[in-house]
């Protein structure tokens, strides 16, 4: 429905409910209207005797029409039927507006519109105009890209002529610079290796005649120390004897750490023999790598073969001056005083080794027998027998024996036992100071105490 439409509708409505009001008003006071204008009458005189003589009557005024009931109302019912006739035509046209109102509300083709329905069809309307000018303008952006890339490809083409040419050229350029540096080297090279195979010729020949003198001469100065060349005696005495004794050493404990590594051994002793296993191996690789560096230190104090100085190291000045023999001679001295201060050197370091190596085999000693003798007490020492048989055997071949102790029989020797301090045992009926309990093992090296057996002493109490 229309905005027009609604409001003629509603403005019939409000005729059709104010003439409705004026009609029923003017039926509720037609009956009222006439009701107090009705003209008197004389009432008749009940008999001729009654009628007295009196003041004479004034005429009553001539009265309207309207006076009369009739009149009255057959003008309200004019008035009414109007009134009515035109509530008639109000409700054919309220009826009328209704039916186009169904009418309108019914059929499709006339829906309500409203703003936002309106703005709709504008959108609708408008929207192929929109596409159709986007079409135009796509077509135009397209036409345009597509001249922007006949422009750049052409652009590129021109670029990509002036590099290949550019790069043409520079490699001509380089590779005629390469021809000219190469002829060049080639003429410096053939100067050079003249002057060079010349230079090397007469300086061989001239050191070969000045190189024998002055290494004897400095050979025989070199002799001449005696302080220096007995101290290399015995730097070299030492070290030999390290090396002589770490040989016998390795080679004793070598079939002890072959038999840790046998199978059996490892399933019987568990967790135990596997760590003690890996240690010990450890062990013996570093005896094995000392004895490597004794080997090569022994064989450099051979000064016989410290190497002479390279033709190289003599300089065209001191072979033009007159001066490479002395060059000769003195780099030929450094070397020997060089060499003869590592050796002296070397040799404490070795020994601290060594001693190390010894300390460690009593730790990996004290380490088995403690795991033995435990398993001594409780009598499952079994399967540690065989290595410990073979360990003694290793130990003699590497000239290290136990110090013997014969419990409850064997004197105090402080040359051998050490006492510990605070743990005596009363025995009266032993000694005084007899041993009673081998605390620590202690073990002989080459003749001499490489450690001495820690011990308890028996005393006989309270004096």
Known sequence: MTRNTQSRLDLRRKQFRWS??????????????????????????????????????EPEPAVSFLTYPWVRWTLHAAIAVVLLGLILKLWRDLSELRSDF????????????????????????????AA?????????????????????GESRRIAGEHQETSKKLGEQLQLRAQEL??????????EQKNIEEYFEQWKAAHLAA???????????????????????????????????????WAEALQGWSAELEAPGHASTNGE?????????VLYFSQTLNLMSRLTESVARFDLSKVSLPAPSDIGF????????ADTLANAYRRRLEERCRQLTQETPRLEAEWEQIKKQLLEFLDRFYSQYDERAKSGEAAALTSLERLLRSSLEKAQVREIP?????????????????????????????????????????????????????STKGKR
């Open 20 to 57: 409705s009001l004026l009609v029923f008003l003017c039926v509720l006071a037609g009956p009222l209207w006439g009701a107090g204008d009705t003209p008197k009458q004389a009432k008749p005189a009940a008999n001729a005797a009654d009628v007295r003589p009196g003041p004479p009557v």
């Open 102 to 129: 169904e009418s309108q509300a019914d059929h499709p083709k006339t829906p309500r519109v409203s703003k936002r329905e309106v703005e709709q069809i504008l959108e609708a309307r408008l929207e192929p105009l």
């Open 132 to 152: 159709e000018l986007s079409s135009r303008l796509d077509s135009v952006r397209g036409e345009l890209h597509k001249r922007a890339q006949e422009l750049q």
């Open 181 to 190: 540096a190469a002829a060049v080297r080639r003429v410096e090279r053939l």
């Open 210 to 248: 000045v190189s024998k003198g002055a290494v004897q001469a400095t050979w025989e100065e070199f002799q001449g120390r005696e302080d220096l060349i007995k101290e290399l005696e015995k730097c070299r005495g030492i070290q030999q004897a390290l090396l002589d004794r770490g040989r016998a």
């Open 272 to 280: 135990f023999l596997k760590s003690f296993r890996s240690s010990f």
């Open 317 to 324: 000045a001191d072979v033009v001056s007159g001066k490479s």
């Open 405 to 457: 102790v014969e419990l409850n029989y064997t004197e105090y020797d402080s040359t051998v036992h050490e006492q510990l301090v605070g743990a005596a045992l009363t025995r009266p009926e032993l000694p005084e100071n007899t041993v009673v309990q081998v605390n620590r093992r202690g073990y002989f090296y080459d003749g001499k105490v490489l450690r001495p057996a820690l011990v308890t002493l």
